[in-house]
């Protein structure tokens, strides 16, 4: 969100050919723009070569309502109707607290290509319920990585999450027990990824500090986060580096 559209269009293309090599679904977010330009971004996914598009809800004239949330998502799903487009609920941040069951049901019935949402909060009682109400070739993204082993106890089984770009292996490990019925792996392995994300969250703010781990958790250098947005100090890059080391999830 921190992009200008060119600069997004240009990582569209670099997903969409890294996608041709190592068989990745490329996702593209398309929100978090004024209206027009989300809707730019959509039509140029749809012949770009994206997979599906997600889409933040309306940033500043937030909506109100299922309908009017419902009507924002219809706008950007027309832009690209050859795509499956998904919602990215994340009201932590978008400060859009409208109520998630009910938005997907309506969503549903309005929107042909409405293919699902990612949902990032830690309300597991709604998110059961959002799950309730999916169709068939509909899906759900958990976006709480601190609550993956809950979640897939309820049946949540796909996740989004920034983490798995330092710990991969270790949230697989957390699904794949939970898989096997093995409650109290779950659990150890779950304590060891919410302590990674203390680590880092006590240093500062998600994408910043998320940089920052990066880097230390697999060596490549991914740079600062874009502006206005300000890198750890190396100092915080240090303790947080200490911390995954005694966690044995860095070198």
Not at 140 to 151: C, I
């Amino acid at each position: 969100m921190s992009l200008s559209v060119p600069d997004r269009k240009k990582l569209v293309d670099e997903w969409v050919k890294a996608g041709k090599t190592t068989g990745l679904h490329i996702m593209v977010q398309v929100g978090g723009a004024p209206l027009a330009d989300v809707v730019a971004l959509s039509e140029y996914c749809s012949i770009a070569g994206a997979d599906s598009l997600l889409t933040l809800p309306e940033l500043y004239f937030r909506p109100a309502s299922v309908d009017e949330l419902v009507s924002y998502v219809e706008l950007v799903a027309k832009a690209a109707p050859n795509l499956p487009v998904l919602y990215y609920h994340i009201p932590s941040l978008s400060k859009v607290e409208i109520n998630m069951p009910a938005f997907v049901s309506a969503a549903t019935a309005r929107i042909p290509n409405f293919k699902g949402i990612k949902f990032t909060s830690n309300d597991l009682s709604e998110a059961a319920q959002v799950l309730r109400n999916l169709k068939d070739g509909q899906e759900m993204f958990l976006g709480a990585d601190t609550l993956l082993a809950p979640a897939a106890l309820l049946g949540i089984k796909s996740a989004i999450g920034t983490t798995f770009n330092l710990f991969p292996q270790l949230a697989q490990d957390i699904l794949d027990a939970v898989d096997k019925g093995d409650v109290e792996r779950a659990r150890v392995l779950q304590e060891q990824l919410c302590l990674a994300v203390e680590a880092h969250t006590v240093e500062g703010t998600w994408v910043p500090t998320m940089k920052a781990g990066m880097e230390i958790a697999t060596g490549i250098k991914v740079g600062p986060p874009s502006l206005p947005q300000r890198e750890l100090s190396p100092e915080a890059k240090k303790r947080i580096a200490s911390k995954l080391k005694a966690l044995k999830l860095a070198n």
